[in-house]
T-cell receptor
Framework: RKEVEQDPGPFNVPEGATVAFNCTYS??????FFWYRQDCRKEPKLLMS???SGNEDGRFTAQLNRASQYISLLIRDSKLSDSATYLC???????????FGDGTTLTVKP | GAGVSQSPSNKVTEKGKDVELRCDPI?????LYWYRQRLGQGLEFLIY????????KSGLPSDRFSAERTGESVSTLTIQRTQQEDSAVYLC????????????FGQGTRLTVV
């Protein structure tokens, strides 16, 4: 089993739709969580951190469920520019290392 | 520079040749990662350096792959006797090691083995 697993996708949604991605992690010692975005032929970049209480940044909401060991990303009112691959990242403080999921591809269509 | 720098940005090599890829991390970042990403695929972890600790080499796919890092500075990834399946983008990332460390990526080296 992979340490970090994501919905394989792809997700194809119309503009304005709400879409949610889930990510599960296997190491309960994991301490920090992030969502990264990777555009086609570009390097991944941080989208947002995920806090225990959940956090929101505009149309994006991230949530963490430690008991079930998953994190989620919700995108409301999807835009064409949201089309990208979204990577779930889990940081283990004990190991001092981040582990990336394989990513979920989102395509927003007009 | 302000970001992670990788060189070369593109490399075409003949099968069987050795290649060396370079990564300059952000100054002060003690952690450094190498990943491989094949076309249309996710990130494949290769190796992780953290300060003076022994590197985590668990992701290296074969003994043709090796990497070095001098202190907390430049890292080089070497692929010996390249094969066509080595063709991919090789990404380097660096971060501060602290709770909630964000990893910053370079733009990658696109390796094509012909």
């Amino acid at each position: 089993r992979k340490e970090v697993e994501q919905d394989p996708g792809p997700f194809n949604v119309p503009e304005g739709a709400t879409v949610a991605f889930n990510c599960t992690y296997s190491n309960s010692a994991s301490q920090s969580f992030f969502w990264y975005r990777q555009d086609c032929r570009k390097e991944p970049k941080l989208l947002m951190s995920v806090y225990s209480s959940g956090n929101e940044d505009g149309r994006f909401t991230a949530q963490l469920n430690r008991a079930s060991q998953y994190i989620s990303l919700l995108i409301r009112d999807s835009k064409l520019s949201d089309s990208a691959t979204y990577l779930c990242v889990v940081y283990n403080t004990n190991a001092g290392k981040s582990t990336f999921g394989d990513g979920t591809t989102l395509t927003v269509k007009p | 520079g302000a970001g992670v720098s990788q060189s070369p940005s593109n490399k075409v090599t003949e099968k069987g040749k050795d290649v060396e890829l370079r990564c300059d991390p952000i100054s002060g970042h003690t952690a450094l990662y190498w990943y491989r990403q094949r076309l249309g695929q996710g990130l494949e972890f290769l190796i992780y350096f953290q300060g003076n600790s022994a590197p985590d080499k668990s992701g290296l796919p074969s003994d043709r792959f090796s990497a070095e890092r001098t202190g907390e500075s430049v890292s080089t990834l070497t692929i010996q006797r390249t094969q066509q399946e080595d063709s991919a983008v090789y990404l380097c990332a660096s971060s501060l090691v602290s709770t909630g460390a964000e990893a910053f990526f370079g733009q990658g080296t696109r390796l094509t083995v012909v």
